[in-house]
């Protein structure tokens, strides 16, 4: 695909895609960065554009792909975030509550069975 059969096809696409990422997001900013990524992900994938039924359709699951991804992103950070914020606090009676929640979750989680706790460990833990 040319660089003028990509503007045709797919720059008008853009404002939808925003609209999009804006309605999953809640963010402007967020939905810029979106729409920018999921452009440059169709730029560079352009040749393989030329064998997709419908490039609109590709388009905006792509862009729901990279909304979820940065929601999840985001949510971990906050996680992370709100982690250091618990740790930072030092107070005795606050550490020995912050052990009793860790050694609960991990005794929760070892009692799930196998493939279970595997996935619960990659996805939150490795991420």
Not at 27 to 54: G, I
Not at 73 to 81: H, S, W
């Amino acid at each position: 695909m040319e660089l003028d059969v990509f503007k045709t096809t797919v720059l008008p696409l853009r404002s939808k895609l925003q609209a999009y990422a804006y309605k999953l997001s809640d963010e402007k900013e967020d939905a810029e960065d979106v729409v920018q990524e999921v452009l440059l992900k169709l730029w560079n994938s352009r040749k393989e554009l030329e064998h997709c039924h419908s490039i609109e359709a590709f388009a905006m699951t792509l862009t729901h792909n990279v909304c979820i991804d940065l929601l999840r992103k985001r949510r971990y950070m906050q996680a992370a975030g709100n982690l250091s914020d618990t740790i930072c606090s030092n107070t005795p009676e606050h550490l020995l509550e912050l052990k009793e929640k860790v050694k609960l979750i991990r005794t929760i989680i070892d009692s799930l069975p196998t493939l279970q706790r595997t996935i619960m460990r990659m996805k939150d833990v490795e991420g």
